[in-house]
């Protein structure tokens, strides 16, 4: 890699023990930060500082403790809201993952707003997070479920999407605002505007987007959008949604129990206040206070370096995977992608190619990558799939090139 990198990965590396060890007696090459980051010190030490010295429940307590962790968890909201650019922390909603803050939407927002002659459309490149919920929900109330295809670089058809509305009243575009299988960056803003000239509301995955790239959901003009801890940083167990107050506060709870309720009378049940109405039972309160630890160390890292580096690497990976023979990559070309590559190597299962990898000590992804419709019209049932972060470094790419040249001569 030629270009001077923004960011110093290898000083960051320093921040993460999990790379103090050897696998199989060769340094951990880690490029499997899709499917879940490694942690850095300053995260892990949050969390043990905040169960040694502020734990208890929160919002219950009158005393001392108990406020300290409520300030830890209100801190980590409003670290959450500034995240994200969101008006007003009362916005964001602590969740269990991207996953759960989905389906919050599609079971909250979708059962009283989808109906027989609505469309939900999502698109081809959507994980089955941000498909299956809305399919199910589709099917459920009687709306049509639509899906937008993909062209051959992996990017998004925006000149089928007149075509797909017709018929039908849009009620939902449902998009991730980057693809965890092909790492294209999708235009979301696009998609919003179009989004709500139809009236429909625009429900942005960001899981991969959020660790990778700068997201500003007042600039993406969106109505929700997902994100999640372990893949920025951050303990597993803790994601964050964000949505309008406007429909947060006409739509039903998701999750009914305690400390999201105003009254409880044998009669009828009222709601509490943003967002105490969607937090119901005890919150991942540590993993919380870590997320809000992770959002601060990839702040200061800086998302535009980030995003830069990463593209960085991408084009590097795919500039040394086109020399070894036999192999395919998928997806648009390294300055419209994130840091996530693609590949099959002919004649090779990707899970064989992945275990070869593993004995020089290269961890990467083989399989669907939970998104089988994309599979599906890649042709393929798997793929194999690099991908990179903030700590990952040059030498590791050439460690995976060398890795496959050694598939290649035991299994091609
Ligand atoms: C694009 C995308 N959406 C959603 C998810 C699910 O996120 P979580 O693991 O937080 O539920 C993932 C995880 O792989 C993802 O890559």
Redesign the pocket.
Known sequence: MTARPALDAQRLRADFPIFEQKIHGKPLAYLDS???SQKPRQVLDTVRDFYETSYANVHRGVYTLSEKATAAYEGAREKAREFVNAPAARELIFT???????NLVAYAWGLDNLGPGDVALVTEL?????FVPWQYIAKRTGAEFRMLPIDDHGELRLDELDELAGGGRMKVVAA?????SLGTVNPVARLSSWAHERGAIMVV?A???APHHRVDVQELDCDFL??????LCGP?GA?ALWGRAELLERMAPFNLGGHMIRQVRLEETTWGELPYKFEAGTQPIAEVVGFGAAMDYVAEVGLDAIAEYESALAAYALERLAEVGGVTTYGPPAERRAGIVSFNVEGIHPHDVAQVLDSEGVAIRAGH??CQPLMARLGVAATNRASFYLYTLPDEIDRLVEGLYKARKILG
């Open positions: 899709a499917a879940s269990r993952s991207a996953t759960e803050s989905i959507e994980h089955h997070s941000n991730n605002l980057v693809s965890n995955d899981a991969q987007g997902a994100f999640s801890s372990h893949k597993t994601g990558h939970c």
